[in-house]
């Protein structure tokens, strides 16, 4: 067996080590860190089968733009959501609107849709793999065209950097 298959996933290994740690509380026993990482090495070696191949990430720096953008819009839609709620009923306008992306890989078309469920106000409420589109609930939205823009400006056009995504 080669060196890679033994360390199939060498994060997650350390992920299992550090877990299995803090799940018998000590640090300092030698036996417990053998132990770990008896477990760390051989639960990802024989279950390498069944985990996805990730996939390449070609620009960093827009997994960083994409982040600091999920970060500061779920921080200022809970304000807004708040204000929403302390409001009067009758002033929201909730809308269901149907995003076009332009993605291919399944990973950056699962994080779009996380992204859009994490911020609050908006929940991204199904994917049509075929028609290439999003289902999205927006608690109040004046400007469906608008909304649409700030979704692909803020979230996809960074994950098509960050997946090399090519536009369909």
């Known amino acids: 067996m080669s060196r890679s298959k033994w360390l199939a996933h060498p994060l997650g290994s350390l992920g ?5 740690l803090l799940l018998v509380d000590d640090f300092t026993s030698v036996g417990h860190w053998i132990l770990g990482a008896f477990f760390a090495v051989l639960i990802p070696r024989f279950t390498v089968s069944w985990w996805p191949r990730l996939p390449h990430i070609r620009s960093w720096k827009h997994v960083f733009i994409f982040s600091g953008h999920m970060f500061v819009d779920i921080i200022v839609a809970n ?13 929201l306008q909730p809308t269901w609107v149907q995003v076009p992306y332009e993605l291919d890989n399944d ?11 994490l911020a609050p106000g908006t929940v991204a409420a199904s994917v049509n793999r075929q028609a290439s589109l999003l289902t999205v609930h927006a608690l109040h939205c ?21 997946f090399a995504c090519s536009p369909q």
Do not use: C, H, T
């Open 107 to 117: 990973v950056a078309i699962y994080l779009l849709a996380s992204a859009i469920s």
């Open 16 to 20: 299992l080590l550090l877990v299995w």
């Open 142 to 162: 004046d400007d469906e065209q608008a909304l649409i823009a700030e979704i692909k400006q803020r979230y996809e056009l960074p994950l098509r950097e960050v």
């Open 79 to 91: 304000f807004q959501v708040a204000r929403l709620a302390l409001g009067r009923v009758e002033n």
